[in-house]
């Protein structure tokens, strides 16, 4: 990125538009972490649905699923079927049978991510037969 497409950008960002916060926050990831991770929360907060799967990661991994369920919530509303995947995981634990009927309609309609997590359900259960089946959607 040379300096007036950065300096664009920044317009932008002052500009309150969560895309261009998203993206200014990748950019500098690399060289000012605390400053990225501000930009990828005001992001997300204002809807962007990459920045909230990423903002979702990251408290799945700080194990808050409930902040995580948030954020994963708005980047399902915004279209990113990977996040209604995460969502219905977590949902597992709290109603099982919606979660998994969820989680199979996502997996027929294409979703690889969910086929991936039904095969990792049933491979916990020991259900090598659903394990297989779902299994061998996702190649």
């Not at 962007?48 to 979702?56: T, V």
């Amino acid at each position: 990125m040379n300096e007036t497409e950065l300096a664009e950008l920044k317009a932008r960002v002052d500009a309150n538009d969560p895309e261009s916060m998203f993206v200014y926050a990748e950019f500098i990831r690399t060289s000012d972490k605390k400053e990225a991770d501000k930009f990828l929360l005001l992001a997300a907060q204002l809807g962007n649905p990459k920045a909230c799967e990423k903002l979702g990661d990251r408290y799945m991994e700080a194990n808050d699923p409930d902040r995580a369920l948030h954020y994963y919530r708005i980047g399902a509303k915004g279209g990113i079927a990977d996040c209604s995947v995460k969502t219905a995981v977590i949902n597992l634990s709290v109603n099982e049978h919606v979660a998994l009927r969820e989680l199979e309609e996502l997996a027929e309609s294409g979703v690889k991510s969910a086929c991936s997590a039904l095969a990792a359900y049933y491979k916990a259960l020991g259900n090598r037969k659903q394990y297989n089946f779902w299994r061998s959607l996702v190649k």
